[in-house]
């Protein structure tokens, strides 16, 4: 028997924004269904996957979390090139991640696809009573660079399913 693992997409999806802001935990969460507790948040492999279904296709999702290299401004090219969307996630509770977007806005920039789309994502909103970043101000940011904008909370589940499920939707129409 040649069991044959078959798929109508595959899209490529990356991960960015400073360290601590919960990227492994949202990749995590929608992966694996996990919600790690204080440290081991670091997979340490390059990328995980997962097959969803949407309107009866099948469609893989080639998720890349940086493995701790942010912390030393070292992602380079390699990890932008051929990404078909990018997930830029920045901590509510953290100004100082909303803050260095538009580093990583430049970085798109310089080394992604001119035709990558990119979510901004602003995470961890179960700690609402220490919000630093209005949902205001993150949607006039968003709006003004043209990102698709959504608040999530890898620990709660909160809109994890719908941040990916979305994004797999948009895919599929500018394939
Ligand atoms: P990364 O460096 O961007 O990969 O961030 P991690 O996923 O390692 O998460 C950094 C810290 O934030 C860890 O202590 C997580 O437990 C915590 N964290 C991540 N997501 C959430 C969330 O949605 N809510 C809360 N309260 N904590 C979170
Ligand atoms: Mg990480």
Redesign the pocket.
């Given at each position: 028997t040649i069991l044959v693992y078959y798929y109508d997409f595959l899209f490529k999806i990356v991960?960015i924004?400073?360290?601590?802001?919960?990227?492994?935990?949202?990749?995590?969460?929608f992966t694996q269904g996990l919600?790690?507790?204080?440290?081991g948040?670091?997979i340490g492999v390059d990328f995980m996957i997962k097959t969803v279904e949407i309107n009866g296709e099948k469609v893989k999702l080639q998720i890349w979390?940086?493995a701790?290299q942010?912390?030393f401004r070292s992602i380079t090219q390699s990890y932008y090139r051929s990404a078909n969307a990018l997930i830029l996630?920045y901590?509510i509770?953290c100004e100082e991640s909303f803050r260095c977007l538009p580093e990583w806005l430049r970085e798109i920039e310089q080394y992604a696809s001119n035709k990558v789309i990119t979510v901004l994502v602003g995470?961890?909103?179960?700690?609402a009573e220490r919000r630093e970043v209005s949902q205001q101000r993150a949607e006039e940011f968003s709006e003004a660079q043209d990102m698709y904008y959504l608040e999530?909370?890898?620990?709660?589940s909160?809109n994890v399913e719908k941040l990916f499920l979305d994004l797999a939707c948009r895919l599929i129409s500018e394939a």
């Open positions: 991960l924004g400073n360290a601590g802001v919960g990227k492994t935990c949202l990749v995590r969460r919600f790690p507790p204080g440290q948040a670091t979390d940086t701790g942010e912390r996630t901590d509770t995470n961890k909103i179960d700690l999530t909370s890898a620990k709660e909160d």
